[in-house]
């Protein structure tokens, strides 16, 4: 027999520390796997109500899962067959839109020169390169295929959940043995998590109406491919907004002139400061917690992670990050630390919690 020694708090901290970046690596190796898993659960999140609602009308359960993965399918095929098609549009009238690029690049180096800022030309051919545009573009087309098979596995994915979707909560409580508190925390995160992705829905899509109502206005080419991008960036905090507005800038300044670009920009500003800062909170209700730092440094790890997918779900993936931290007196300064204020979103767990205390009160 070895008598046990105890570790010291630093070397707790650094078994702890070790093990998480284990994880993190881990999680970042199977990013492959573990991002289309996660893509699909919060799809199946937000499939529940309609599957709920199905059901409570007395349509058979398979039959319900059937209409909503059609349902899905075809948004996705429709985003698909837009995208798709104006990639192929834009690749057609490249060589006019480069030359066009190049022009505007001069008259503005020659500009900057003009004002005392000397090299500007070599400067921004060096920055902006034509040839980007056409390797992006090439790039897109190219993993179209990859793109529609990860989606196929995510509807196969999502169609698994809905099917285990109503034996879970026992399962998850035979496992894991909650308490009735921890129970209805996790209820209520779902919930949660549900409202946030159903209202981000909602925004999502009156954003790139009113995105393609304005650039039909103008004029601008690809008005519906452009709004079915600020749909999908909508859904990325702080800089989906940057995302979506850069690419039509651009398109209005090489299809038109400055005055064009400059109305674009003006048309994406208010579009997302009225449906992000308006509808938006009215919709929410209240604030999930989360500080606008925790947000900004969820996407970068998130991304990091899990690409792509990692941006769109990093709010989502945070708050159960944060209800998980929270279940824990040793993680729960973590959890604290990550609000937007001295309760923020350690207390999150907490909140949900007197919700639904509240609510089976009344």
Known sequence: MYPQVGLSPPAQALIVTAAICVVVLFARSAASILA???????????????????????????????????ALMEVASLVALTTTTALEALREGLPHYQERLVLLTEEFGRWLEGVGIDKSRAALHDLISPAAASQFLYAALTNAGSTITTGLLVLLIVAFMLVEASSLPAKLQAAFLLTGAREAQWRQFFDLVNRYMLIKCMTSLATGIGIWIWL???????????????????????????????????????????????????????????????????????????????????????????????????????????????GSPRTRPIAIMLGSGVAGAGALAGKLLGEQTERSSQ
């Open 36 to 70: 289309p898993a996660l893509l699909a659960f919060f799809i199946a999140v937000v499939a529940t109500t309609p599957l709920r609602w199905l059901r409570g009308k007395g349509m058979p359960k398979y039959l319900a899962i059937l209409l909503i993965l059609l």
């Open 216 to 326: 039909r206005i103008l004029g601008i080419e690809y008005a519906i491919a452009l709004a079915v991008a600020a749909f999908l960036f909508n859904f990325i905090p702080i800089i989906g907004n940057i995302f979506m507005t850069v690419p039509a800038v651009l398109i209005a300044l090489v299809q038109a002139n400055a005055s064009t670009a400059l109305l674009v920009t003006l048309g994406y500003v208010v579009v997302n400061a009225g449906v992000g800062n308006l509808v938006e909170p009215r919709l929410m209700g209240r604030q999930l917690g989360l500080s606008s730092v925790v947000v900004l440094l969820s996407l970068l790890f998130w991304g990091w992670i899990l690409g792509p997918i990692g941006l769109f779900l990093s709010v989502p993936l945070t708050i159960a990050l944060v209800v998980a931290l929270d």
